[in-house]
């Protein structure tokens, strides 16, 4: 933890928790449902730092991944990439509206290149993290991507809390109702 209390980097205890490996795990079946860009990428680019994620994004695609080490919020990105993913960014970040328009800029031109995003549902204040900004509702999520000029060309949602977990407690329980991620593969809207 750094800053204001608030989680800036992905360590080992992070990497290690079995939800986001159950979370990983649903992502790329869900990115096994998209079809192949043609051509083959020489590379992708996943937002944020790299995790175990950032590997078996690697090994689905056949390309090496880059990340960034930027500021997301007010920061540039560069380069040119026909599959960009920001898993688990855009809730961290005071404007995701900005990163969303960099991605735009080094989306490759082209009817296959993708942008896939996911993020938690909307969850009442208790149950929400404190390293989190935004935990939108799918109205407002779905409202951000279109300002930024994206199309939703599939979108899915999937709980990550094994069903055991939620007799454990109270919380617990109110989290299998609530906690929910969103992943959408987004297209740039001609």
Known sequence: ??????RTVVDREWCADPAHQLRWDRTI?????????VPPPAAGLDIGDR??????????????FD?????????????????VTAFEVLE?????????????????????????VSTPAWKPAILQSPD?????????????????GYIVV???????????????????MLRCIFEKIGVYELAVRT
């Open 1 to 6: 933890m750094s800053g204001a209390g608030y």
């Open 67 to 83: 990340t960034t080490a930027t500021d997301l919020d007010v920061g540039t990105l560069d380069g040119l990439y026909q599959v």
């Open 132 to 148: 989190h900004f935004h935990e939108m509702t799918r109205r407002s999520l779905e409202s951000l991507i279109e300002r930024a």
């Open 154 to 172: 599939r979108r899915d949602g999937f709980r990550i809390r094994p069903f055991l977990f939620c007799l454990t407690g109270f919380r617990p």
């Open 92 to 116: 961290h970040l005071y404007n995701p509206l900005h990163l969303l328009l960099e991605v735009r800029k080094v989306l490759a031109p082209g009817a296959s290149s993708r942008l896939f």
């Open 29 to 37: 079946a869900f990115l096994r449902g998209a079809p192949a860009p």
């Open 51 to 64: 995790t175990p994620m950032t590997g078996r994004l690697e090994e689905l695609y056949g390309c090496r």
